[in-house]
């Protein structure tokens, strides 16, 4: 079993996290200080060994890991032409854009929110429509009625992050449905972005409900993005796909892609395969580890801090932390002055807010929210 214990040096790896800003103490971009499961090292090194690293295709391991990975946790069976392999999502955000959407259009999306859903729509020359989120019974949901008010003729896309990123919610069957329902009523495509499916915290209690679980109406509208990068630490790497059911959606994704996207890494391939593969019993551990680092930066920081606002986080290890009732006018800027580097929830959509990232050693998170809840006092 992985120890999740072990402090790693990144610092000097070129490391975006860590090699940003070398004077702060990194929690922000959402990789974790992990080494992978083993199994992907060693595919990697194998991979390595063959010393040529020519132009790769999908090889059949890949797809048969792929595919099965696809049966085994949404129950959905993909014929191979369903999938198509892209060397990271926010590339197909915006592909997705401007395979849909032509200049004075516009796309939808709720924030807060993972920054580039409030920015691809320039790569379209389109606008941005964002609701935020609202708090219905204590649970952060979508406010229906603002979209309803807001979606125009020009509409053509809603951008969904579920998981949600910041947010942690893992949306229910019946949310996502609704969404679904709200895009066939406004004839917008739905683009599903799910790389953070396999953080769930506690499947049992929040399980997953992708967009291929629709009924094959709704389904019909929608592209699903999927990717081990986030739950494997292989976002480095640069490997995601996208399952595009719908024959005329998946040649208009497709043809939109025209020369802009790079080949897929050699490399990537064969570490995907592994991590679906066999990744399995460290993903057990990996999600283990998470849920008490949660508990502890929940606890500490809602008894620590008064006003901040934590939502109970369902998935990922990213938490959003509201500090617009805390008196803290500039959250980002505290954090930072006590050594922290953060993200700064004005790139999310919502000024006053932080997102930290928890995937680390439990000891560096304990330190970080000592001196974070010192940081935000008012
Ligand atoms: C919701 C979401 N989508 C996409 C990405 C990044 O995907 P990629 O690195 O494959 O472009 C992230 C990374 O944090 C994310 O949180």
Known sequence: MQNFDTELVRRGTGSLKWDRRADLDPYWVADMDFTSPEPVIEAIRARVGHGVFGYALPHAGLMEAVQSYLEKRIGYTTPEEEIIHLG????????????????????MTSAPIYPPFLGIHNDAGMQVISTDHIEVDGQWTFD???????????????????PQNP?????????????????????????????????????????????????????????????????????????????????????????????????????????????????????QDLI?????????????????????????IEATYLAWIDCRETGVEKPIEAAENAGLFLSDGAFFGHERCIRMNFGTQASRLEAALEKLVTALQP
């Open 288 to 312: 283990s580890y998470l849920k008490k680092n949660r508990d502890l930066l929940t606890s500490t920081l809602r008894e620590g801090v008064p006003g901040a606002k934590v939502p109970d």
């Open 167 to 283: 947010m942690g919610r893992v949306f229910t069957e019946a949310e996502i449905i609704q969404l679904a329902t709200f895009c066939e009523t406004h004839d917008l495509i739905l683009i599903s972005d799910e790389i953070h499916c396999d953080l769930i915290l506690d499947e049992a209690a929040t399980p997953h409900f992708s967009a291929l679980n629709l009924p094959s109406s709704l389904r019909d509208r929608t592209i699903t993005l999927l990717a081990p990068s986030k739950t494997y630490n292989i976002a480095g790497l640069g490997y995601a796909f996208a399952v595009i059911p719908n024959d005329s959606l998946r040649r208009r994704f497709t043809a939109a892609r025209g020369h802009t996207l790079p080949e897929i890494n050699c490399i990537a391939y064969y570490a995907a395969e592994a991590a679906y593969r066999h990744g399995e019993p460290w993903r």
């Open 88 to 107: 990271g999502l926010v590339p197909a955000l915006s592909l997705a854009a401007r395979a849909f959407g032509n200049s004075g259009d516009a796309l």
């Open 144 to 162: 229906w009625d603002a979209m309803a008010a807001q979606v125009t003729p020009q509409t053509k896309l809603f951008l969904l992050s579920n």
